[in-house]
């Protein structure tokens, strides 16, 4: 993991500030969740599905790079 997210989804803090959560995979496979520095990374019930879908791009990127 470089630090730069593969994958970007708008979310937004407790204050109900607009953030993003990151997600990528790292150098070891697994896949990691970025949150905004020291904050909770609130996601909308209308992103849910987006989020799940980029879980998953990323979780088959993972499987990739483990073979």
């Keep these: 993991m470089n630090g730069v997210p ?3 989804l708008p979310c937004t803090d407790a204050m109900g500030r ?4 990151g997600i990528t995979v790292t150098r070891q496979g ?13 996601v909308g019930p209308d ?3 987006s989020f799940c879908g980029l ?3 990323a979780r088959t ?3 990739r ?3």
């Design 65 to 67: 790079g483990s073979r």
């Design 47 to 49: 992103q849910v599905e």
């Design 30 to 42: 697994a896949v990691a969740l970025i949150a905004p520095a020291g904050e909770a990374a609130i």
């Design 6 to 8: 593969h994958w970007v």
């Design 55 to 57: 879980l998953i791009q």
């Design 61 to 63: 990127m993972s499987l």
């Design 18 to 21: 607009p953030k993003t959560l």
